[in-house]
């Protein structure tokens, strides 16, 4: 039997939509703000994957305050509209790591909004599901998942992979496996965090929302009703080209059968073709049968190494030491954020009024990942 104190912590806990990038991430985390009861934040927070790891234990007083000086002076925090003195101030007490950091600030906007609870939306997080657990004990994690070939072709055109050396841009075969390795964490981590932990198909976002957001609403004891957030739309969910606001003619599933060729799609289905059937996406070739199998074989491993040996890099303390500081250009450069959220004069809305029965005004937003209108 669950207890009134576990339903009620469930009901208040923060939500994490992780998953490939290119994957619908932010259709579905605007698709939560748009629901109400949720504090509205207009990027992504990037906080356990771009910004933490780049300053290093935040126990230590000065890495605490080298990050926080570069937060503060970014985008990440213009958009949130939050008073600078009482963040510095809470952060300087209270903050021991990266977990820390992100519920005093989403707490802080949760607060100031009439939220009751708070969502964060950084897709490549994913790869770092068990220090968000650490950290923040009660989060719950949406894994994003879609057909990999969708994804490889949107991977590869907006460069969004930063290929070996000596290439100039990633392939749709390099993005595909890009793919499968995120995916693969994420379901690696299931095993774990049993209950905390769902999984949604953007194609069932897209072609039946209410069944997966009855499914979601389930998951996280949060009333996500279909016709509240068409009405009240947030974000990406806003556009007309979205599964919830939708054009005649605009369809954003299976475009890798007019954007790949039949050589192109030959090989990412031998490299991935084993996900993308376990997740039950069809293969479009039944056996396929590229003659240089064993080149592809051994660029799956090297892919895997490759993907590997950077997340390692990355979380390595003491190779940190050697990459240049992180400032505030740079992270202006990287995230995604809305800008006109920051701008003068420009009010969010208290989001206590978007509950059940109630309505919440939006603003256009023109910044944001656009999953559902390109990809």
Same mark, same amino acid.
């Given at each position: 039997m669950i207890s009134v104190s576990s339903a009620k912590a469930r009901r208040n806990a923060p939500v994490f939509v992780v998953g490939s990038a290119r994957s619908g991430t932010t259709l579905l985390y605007d698709t939560l703000l748009s629901s109400g009861g949720f504090a509205l934040y207009l990027g992504e927070s990037n906080i356990f994957n771009f910004l933490a790891p780049r300053f290093g234990d935040l126990?230590?007083? &000065?890495n605490?305050? &080298?990050?926080?000086?570069?937060?503060?002076?970014?985008?990440l925090y213009r958009v949130c509209g939050l008073d600078r003195s009482k963040i510095e101030r809470e952060v300087n007490r209270s903050c021991r790591n990266a977990g820390d950091f992100l519920r005093i600030v989403m707490d802080e906007l949760a607060l100031q909004q009439g939220a009751h609870r708070w969502a964060s939306n950084a897709p490549e997080e994913i790869l770092h599901l068990r220090r968000i657990k650490e950290t923040i004990p009660e989060a719950l994690i949406i894994h994003m998942i879609r057909d990999g070939r969708d994804v490889s072709v949107s991977l590869s055109e907006k460069k969004y992979i930063r290929p070996f050396p000596w290439k100039k841009r990633e392939t749709p075969e390099g993005a595909a496996l890009y793919w499968e390795w995120i995916v693969r964490k994420g379901r690696e981590a299931a095993e774990w965090l049993g209950n905390d932990y769902i999984e949604l198909r953007f194609e069932e976002l897209v072609t039946e929302p209410s069944s997966a957001l009855r499914r979601l609403s389930a998951f996280l004891d949060h009333d996500l009703d279909y016709q509240r957030i068409r009405n009240n739309p947030v974000g990406t969910v806003a556009r007309p080209n979205t599964s919830f606001r939708r054009r005649d003619k605009f369809n954003p599933l299976a475009r890798w059968k007019n954007q790949l060729t039949s050589e192109q799609l030959a090989r990412i289905e031998t490299l991935v073709g084993n996900t993308l059937t376990d997740l039950g996406y069809e293969l479009a070739t039944h056996h396929p049968t590229p003659s240089n199998r064993l080149s592809l074989?051994?660029?799956? !491993?090297?892919?895997?190494? !490759? !993907?590997?040996? &950077? *997340?390692?890099? &990355?979380?390595?303390?003491? *190779?940190?030491? *050697?990459?240049?500081? *992180?400032?505030p250009r740079d992270i202006d450069a990287a995230v995604i954020v809305d800008d006109l959220a920051a701008t003068p004069g420009f009010a969010l809305p208290n989001v206590a009024t978007?509950?059940?029965?109630?309505t919440l005004s939006t603003s256009p937003v023109a910044a944001l990942e656009s999953v559902a209108s390109g990809d």
């Amino acid at each position: 039997m669950i207890s009134v104190s576990s339903a009620k912590a469930r009901r208040n806990a923060p939500v994490f939509v992780v998953g490939s990038a290119r994957s619908g991430t932010t259709l579905l985390y605007d698709t939560l703000l748009s629901s109400g009861g949720f504090a509205l934040y207009l990027g992504e927070s990037n906080i356990f994957n771009f910004l933490a790891p780049r300053f290093g234990d935040l126990s230590v007083p &000065k890495n605490r305050q &080298k990050m926080l000086d570069v937060w503060l002076n970014s985008r990440l925090y213009r958009v949130c509209g939050l008073d600078r003195s009482k963040i510095e101030r809470e952060v300087n007490r209270s903050c021991r790591n990266a977990g820390d950091f992100l519920r005093i600030v989403m707490d802080e906007l949760a607060l100031q909004q009439g939220a009751h609870r708070w969502a964060s939306n950084a897709p490549e997080e994913i790869l770092h599901l068990r220090r968000i657990k650490e950290t923040i004990p009660e989060a719950l994690i949406i894994h994003m998942i879609r057909d990999g070939r969708d994804v490889s072709v949107s991977l590869s055109e907006k460069k969004y992979i930063r290929p070996f050396p000596w290439k100039k841009r990633e392939t749709p075969e390099g993005a595909a496996l890009y793919w499968e390795w995120i995916v693969r964490k994420g379901r690696e981590a299931a095993e774990w965090l049993g209950n905390d932990y769902i999984e949604l198909r953007f194609e069932e976002l897209v072609t039946e929302p209410s069944s997966a957001l009855r499914r979601l609403s389930a998951f996280l004891d949060h009333d996500l009703d279909y016709q509240r957030i068409r009405n009240n739309p947030v974000g990406t969910v806003a556009r007309p080209n979205t599964s919830f606001r939708r054009r005649d003619k605009f369809n954003p599933l299976a475009r890798w059968k007019n954007q790949l060729t039949s050589e192109q799609l030959a090989r990412i289905e031998t490299l991935v073709g084993n996900t993308l059937t376990d997740l039950g996406y069809e293969l479009a070739t039944h056996h396929p049968t590229p003659s240089n199998r064993l080149s592809l074989a051994w660029d799956r !491993f090297v892919y895997r190494q !490759f !993907f590997e040996a &950077k *997340l390692q890099w &990355k979380q390595n303390p003491i *190779l940190q030491l *050697l990459r240049p500081e *992180l400032t505030p250009r740079d992270i202006d450069a990287a995230v995604i954020v809305d800008d006109l959220a920051a701008t003068p004069g420009f009010a969010l809305p208290n989001v206590a009024t978007s509950s059940p029965g109630g309505t919440l005004s939006t603003s256009p937003v023109a910044a944001l990942e656009s999953v559902a209108s390109g990809d």
